[in-house]
């Protein structure tokens, strides 16, 4: 199922003045090939192993002052500090890498991430090369830098990808725990408006999902569903603000139909369904635990297509955000985020409860 509005660019789409620009579907794909995926039902202890061999591989492609650069002490307070504005990072950045450090580098990737996924980040370095044609040179398609925090397969560990518009963020706390949240991507423009990608929507399909709901719910149900006849301008849930939440609102999936839920399934999708399988299925497994009838979606601001709006789904512990409210609504924030457990921090915490008892 190809990502939203994703067409293949090939070689002649590169720009010169860029380092080594997005690579084309193919090389992703080659990237991907490599990686033994499990079944659905693989344990992510399989996953765990697979993620910290292509690490160490990463790591071990670097000569030792990019290693200095990308290495950074698991308890440093830079693990936490992830955001998706344009600004000077730590790690190291894909303009430092060489060509084969590159491609370890989006095996890396490759280790938590399918095809989809894959073309979810390309798509948002596209955007920014798209940003760099309008604005100039500090729009840098390969200024996005790969952390690695603490020791590959010595647990906890973790690595992050993160630039203008992307961050993910992937920890492994402990022995059969790996957290691929915050995960935030953006897409300005949402739309491309003119260029060699007119019409490319990278987060096109969340949206149209969004609106087929709204579309499908009974006039009861969409005025539970809009919170605010605004839009939030922002997502809610942006760095240090998870507080700002409060309970969830707008209307439950249990109170929808077959066909309504489905839909929510669906939009759900655009974002866990970005994971490699094994990881997919145990993301998937999180959500049902949680008890996806206390689960709500909700809406604020316009309904007309081209105006600013805001949805999320909101769970217990699950969420998923979406703005599109700068740039005259089309300049979207969208973030999916696990408020127990970013950062691995519930098998974090049950981890460090262990060691103090021993």
């Not at 993620?51 to 071990?60: E, G, P, Q, T």
């Not at 605004?230 to 929808?256: C, H, K, N, T, Y």
Request: no cysteine; glycine share 10%; proline share 5%.
């Amino acid at each position: 199922m190809p990502h939203d509005g994703w067409h293949p660019h090939d070689e002649s789409d590169r720009h010169h003045h860029h380092h080594h620009g997005p690579p084309t579907r193919r090389t992703v794909l080659a990237a991907a090939a490599l990686l033994p995926f499990g079944s659905a039902g693989a344990q992510t202890v399989d996953a765990a192993q697979r993620i910290a061999d292509v690490a160490n591989r990463f790591l071990l492609s670097l000569d030792d002052g990019q290693r200095r650069k990308a290495m950074i002490a698991f308890d440093s307070g830079n693990r936490l500090d992830w955001h998706y504005i344009p600004r000077s990072r730590s790690g190291l950045a894909l303009a430092e890498m060489r060509p084969g450090q590159a491609d370890a580098a989006r095996v890396l990737f490759a280790s938590v991430l399918n095809q989809r996924g894959l073309e979810l980040l390309e798509g948002v370095r596209l955007l920014e090369g798209v940003l760099r044609e309008q604005q100039g040179s500090f729009r840098d398609p390969d200024r996005y830098y790969v952390s690695v925090f603490g020791i590959p397969g010595r647990f906890p560990w973790g690595w992050r990808f993160e630039g203008h518009h992307l961050s993910l963020n992937v920890a492994l706390p402990a022995p059969g725990h790996v957290a691929v949240t915050p995960f935030f991507t953006g897409a300005n423009p949402a739309t491309v408006r003119d260029g060699p990608h007119r019409g490319f929507r990278l987060l096109g399909g969340s949206e149209d999902l969004a609106r087929q709901i709204m579309a499908g719910l009974t006039d009861r149900q969409r005025q539970a569903a809009i919170i605010a006849n605004r839009s939030f301008g922002e997502i809610v849930a942006s760095p240090q603000r998870e507080q700002d939440l409060g309970e969830p609102r707008g209307v439950l999936l249990g109170e929808m139909t077959g066909a309504q839920r489905t839909l929510v399934d669906a939009l759900m999708d655009r974002f866990l369904g970005t994971l490699a399988a094994d990881l997919m299925a145990a993301q998937k497994q999180r959500v049902m635990e949680q008890g996806l009838a206390a689960f709500r979606f909700a809406w604020a601001g316009s309904l007309t297509p081209g105006e600013a709006h805001y949805f999320r789904v909101h769970g217990p512990a699950t969420l998923i955000e979406h703005d599109n409210t700068q740039n005259g609504a089309n300049h979207i924030h969208a973030v999916w985020r696990d408020l127990a457990a970013d950062f691995g921090h519930d098998a974090l915490a049950d981890h460090y409860r262990q060691q103090k008892h021993r």
